[in-house]
Structures are given as C-alpha cells and as structure tokens.
C-alpha cells in the first residue's frame, strides 16, 4: 500500500509564491511517473503537472512559465514550486503516484492540500 500525504498549501496574496512537497510511504517502483492536480470548488479534477522517474515533464497550459515540477529520486519525493500565483489558482491540490507492479496498474491519490490565493 502506498500513502501520499501533501504539505506546503496555505493563503497567499496573489504575486506570490507557494512551495508543495508529497513524500510517498510503502513501496514505490522505481519507474513512475509522480504529478500533481488541482481541484477547484464545483469544477473537475485538473492535471497541473507530471513528472516521471527519468525527469521527463509535462505541464497543463494555465501554469506553464509558472510552476515548476521537481523531483528527489532517492526519496521518491515530488515538489511543486509555484510562482506568480493567481486568484485563479486557488484550489485543493492532489498528489497522484502512477506505477505497474506485477502487470497491474496502480494510481494512488493524496487527501489534498488547500491553496487559496487573495486578490
């Protein structure tokens, strides 16, 4: 079983910066890809950013040139440093881990961690 627990959200007025970190527990292969998605009140589940165990990355339009997707691979640790922050990136931000272990794929969330950017 596999475990991700976000920390890093909190308010911050808009122009600023907020630093996301998700350290999975239990056992992670060593080929995944690590992402993070955003949830905003009465909207759907949104990819942000993804990253896999070889660095390649992949950002969603809105947060391009903004956010930036890191990751620390002898920890399985995956960072999301957002800059420039906007009203409009208010929202729960998810941890997400996918990996194949015994021919199976496997997706696992964390619970979220709330951003709230102020005028």
């Known amino acids: 079983q596999v475990k991700l627990v976000e920390t890093g959200g909190g308010l911050v007025q808009a122009g600023g910066s907020l630093r996301l970190s998700c350290p999975p527990l239990g056992f992670i292969d060593d080929n995944n890809v690590m992402g993070w998605y955003r949830q905003a009140p009465g909207k759907q589940r949104a990819l942000v950013a993804t990253?896999?165990?070889?660095?390649?990355?992949n950002y969603a339009d809105s947060v391009k040139g903004r956010f930036t997707i890191s990751r620390e691979n002898a920890k399985n640790t995956v960072y999301l440093q957002m800059n420039s922050l906007k009203p409009e990136d208010t929202a729960v931000y998810l941890c997400?881990?996918?990996?194949?272990?015994?021919?199976?794929?496997?997706?696992?969330w964390g619970q979220g961690t709330q951003v709230t950017v102020s005028f």
């Open positions: 997400s881990l996918d990996q194949r272990l015994r021919a199976t794929n496997w997706k696992y």
């Open positions: 990253i896999t165990s070889d660095g390649i990355t």
